[in-house]
């Protein structure tokens, strides 16, 4: 990735943590309790007309370590 967009990417994420404080609350109450292989992860999205649209997925060993793997890279930018 190019610098000049992890820059502009780790602002973006600041000003999303502030738009957005209970999310954060939510990820870290989540990792409190583990994420593990088998369990299940679900992303709902509502348009604004109200349609919505629901996916999940069951975590695989491959899935936590890419989870993993984002952790690490979002503490070593602090």
Avoid: C, W
């Avoid at 649209?53 to 890419?66: A, G, P």
Wanted: no cysteine; proline share 3%.
């Amino acid at each position: 990735m190019n610098p000049m967009d992890m820059v502009q990417l780790a602002g973006r994420l600041g000003t999303f943590k502030q738009q957005h404080p209970k999310f954060g609350k939510f990820l870290k109450s989540v990792a409190a309790k583990g994420i593990t292989e088998g369990a299940v992860m679900e992303v709902k999205f509502r348009a604004v007309d109200g349609q919505e649209y629901v996916s999940n997925i069951r975590l695989t060993k491959e899935d936590i370590e890419t989870i993993q793997m984002i952790k690490s890279m979002g503490k070593s930018g602090k």
